[in-house]
DNA sequence: TGTTAGCAATCGCTTAGTGTGAGTGCTAAC
DNA sequence: GTTAGCACTCACACTAAGCGATTGCTAACA
């Protein structure tokens, strides 16, 4: 357990080197923090943090920096306090008043303005927890073709088209429609990946159309497919603002990182927390590009949709700062959200 | 007009700069390119080009460096001679041999590629032409809810979900379906939009539900508002392979720019290029950022849809390479769309 | 007239050397 | 436990020198 001092000391350095990243001189932390001793005493206790891991320094004749163990202890001391200036705040409200079309939209507002507003790479993931099947529909688009489409309890799944072989009549499909719906009809959408054409299950009447059954299937399969996880990133330029990644190869690793979509859905979403609960991941977590943290919250994106929303970028990352953007976005949305059921 | 040997000159110093990215001397030339005549006749030549603006100096006691003249004098001077290596070829059919699965694959597929096979920013733009309205279908999902579907000659739109009021029939549905086709059969998707609610053209048995009727026409802007072009890239973290582009500044610019899918759908489609036409933008085409080539070709994607692919790198591009590796896919697009009618 | 060898001149780049200043650790006194 | 004082370290900025690459020019030559 940490002394006050060296608590306070440790905090001093990690706000400084967030501040300005350039390690921090003991002379430094005596004159912005601690008055009330001299310099050499906060060598002493500096000496001290420094064997117990959580500083180092770059050279002899250098100040301290913090280690990422130091970054762990300054977020979990951090008591929130947001330090929004009314300016921000302002611009933050205002981004939203505008247009409110829809989920998608609000993704991309929030990545939008959280990425401006906090300089970093911003990621909104979109999750549909438990779409559950209502209902199948087979639509006659009269030229040939057919409309498969899944209504979920949540929403409609994208459709998708096949032909109608020519011997098809409206009564067939009618029946097929009934069949898929009795063995789908309250099951949840991913079930369709597991389903293995009992074709035990139909009856002989319908093996006439088993071939087109199949395909039926396949749309399905397709639909529940790519019904996975919508992530949406922005300012991925950001990165080349901080020095840490100034330099083309450490800013390549990072970009090429972030492109892979599935792997930013990982590092946003693992945490079984609640709506509201904030996620602060701080040094390579999840097999994230080097020397990065992850801060992210979970916000409700409407009925059974839940998400996460947040930003990537250095170690040396403004936490009060995000802390506080995110706060208020989410604040934000649970607003929107709230009015949409108007 | 140049004489065979100026030219010739051009494009060494062109084909070296792009090759090894510094200035090329009189020395290098005469080694690799034109051994029958020596260092000096070349300075000669090389004085010429400079004053007739193809060629600069970075300093006096250094080579020449092209202009963006000489650069769009190489291309011009270009004869297509595809230089793909088997191994290179070979990658790029067995990329496209795994899965076929509808445009929107094909396009993400090109990207990465494209990307990876050249090192520079892949963009696929899709755009579609003329989508002529077939039919509009009102789907009643029981459950309270309606479907709104938009069917055209070329592909089914997005659906868009209204909530049915109480006292609505089925007949009055299927009255204010046959409505909405008479309005609109036909017709081309963007007429939504001029679309300003005609009450007059509606006869007093439908007065009632003008209110529900005004809700599909906005259901049906907001989809052919959504059906603009498709704009996917991938590998934009490859700008900082190259020289030009290493350092934080322009490469900042750079990504800023390419995150803006507009821009780049500027980029890549203006140009009334027919199929298999090539585009070479050599220069910060419009408003692209500073420095950039923008190297596209036109696609048929099925039916009605057409895209550019390409890329958008530095303007010391090499551009030998990018012409056979767009030409490459060009031929196994053209075989993949072919192929899918059946 | 076009080509070429020779040569002085230019200038970026690398290396080595030097001085400065920031910051520390240690010691000894309080 | 705290602090003043001081020697020590070392990154960084600056300067100077030398090297090497490359050119433009001149004069000779085909």
Known sequence: ??????????????????????????????????????????????????????????????????????????????????????????????????????????????????????????????????????????????????????????????DGMLDIPDDFTPHMMAQAERWLNKLFIGKHVSEFMNFNYPFALINDEFSQFNALFKKIIDVLKKQSLMNGMDVETYGESNILRHSEYANAVSARQFLAAVENKDKIAEMFTYDGGEEGSVTIKIGAPDNAPEGCSVVSTRVNLGENVSGSIGVIGPVRMNYKKVLSVLDKISEIIIDLIGRQGD
């Not at 001793?37 to 206790?45: K, M, P, V």
């Open 1 to 158: 357990m940490l002394s006050d001092r060296k608590k306070k000391i440790l905090c001093a350095v990690v706000d400084g080197y967030i501040d300005r990243a350039s390690p921090i001189s003991s002379k430094e932390i005596q004159e912005e923090y601690l008055t009330e001793c001299s310099s050499a005493t906060i060598r002493n206790e500096l000496s001290a943090l420094e064997s117990m891991g959580y500083l180092f320094q770059p050279h002899v004749s250098a100040g301290r920096i913090p280690s990422e163990k130091a970054f762990r202890f300054y977020v979990n001391e951090l008591a929130y306090d947001s330090n929004l200036t009314p300016a921000e705040a302002e611009r933050i409200e205002k981004h939203f008043s505008r247009k409110i079309a829809g989920i998608e939209d609000v993704m991309t507002e929030v990545t939008r303005i959280l990425s401006d507003i906090t300089d970093y790479t911003a990621v909104v993931v979109k999750e549909d927890m438990s779409d559950t099947i209502t209902a199948i529909k087979l639509l006659d688009l009269s030229n040939g073709k057919m409309l498969v489409v899944i209504v979920t309890d949540s929403r409609v799944l994208k």
